[in-house]
């Protein structure tokens, strides 16, 4: 069981490059999600998908672009990286929106130099 | 605006120690309350999720119970695995709402 698997674990960017995150499950979930996590703050989410080819703002979604052109992948993407996306990356995924539980994969860290 | 507070920041227990880590929420309507237990370097783990005021559920050591204010997640006689951080969080009703709101988490150190 694979569940939600994450690419890279680790990265370094410096500040204006770009790099996309991917996010793989194999549950057959609908629901995707990419949520940051800071120190001393909650989880917040970036941007969510309801299903395939269908995305949508979260909380904090500037800087930020998704796409879902298949079920099982969710792509996170950076234009154009600056020091405050320095952050570690979890993506999710659930069967439905409203009322479960997420699946959660291990994350990515990145830092913005 | 939906708000979690978790208490405290963190709890150091000796094993068999029991003892509670508390979820303190405002939300407009609310569609679930879930825990989830992250350990360093992870994502977070399912847990729980509770619906209503009065609602109870158990997994091993652990027990979660809800208020219309408040969750509570009970741990009884700890062992050094149930070391790591406890996250909780909100989803308000709403038929477009799939956000969860989160606290800052619990760190919890249990010493053998």
């Known amino acids: 069981n694979a569940g939600v698997t994450q690419t890279p674990k680790f990265r370094v960017l410096k500040t204006g490059q770009s790099m996309t995150l991917l996010c793989a499950q194999d549950?057959?979930?609908?629901?995707m999600y990419w949520y940051r996590q800071d120190p001393g703050m909650g989880l917040r989410l970036i941007h969510y998908?309801?299903?395939?080819?269908?995305?949508a703002k979260g909380e904090v979604p500037d800087g930020y672009n998704v796409s879902r052109l298949k079920k099982q992948n969710f792509l996170l993407g950076l234009e154009s990286a600056a020091p405050s996306q320095t952050s570690v990356y979890f993506c999710?995924?659930?069967?439905?929106?409203?009322?479960?539980?997420?699946?959660f994969g291990s994350g990515t860290r990145l830092t913005v130099v | 605006e939906d708000q979690v507070t978790q208490s405290p920041e963190a709890l150091r227990l000796q094993e068999g120690e029991s003892s509670s880590l508390n979820c303190s929420y405002t939300?407009?309507?609310?569609?679930?309350l879930f825990w989830y237990r992250q350990d360093p370097g992870k994502g977070p783990e399912f847990l729980f999720t509770?619906?209503?005021a009065g609602e109870e559920k158990e997994k091993e050591r652990l027990k979660a119970t809800l208020t219309k204010k408040e969750s509570f997640l009970h741990i009884t006689a700890p062992k050094p695995e149930d070391s790591a951080t406890y996250l909780c969080?909100?989803?308000?009703?709403?038929?477009?709402?799939?956000?969860?709101?989160f606290g800052k988490g619990t760190l919890l150190t249990v010493n053998p």
């Open positions: 509770l619906y209503s």
């Open positions: 969080a909100v989803q308000a009703g709403g038929g477009s709402n799939y956000k969860l709101t």
């Open positions: 549950m057959n979930h609908e629901y």
């Open positions: 999710a995924s659930s069967y439905t929106g409203q009322g479960v539980g997420y699946t």
């Open positions: 998908s309801v299903g395939e080819g269908t995305t």
């Open positions: 939300v407009s309507g609310l569609r679930g």
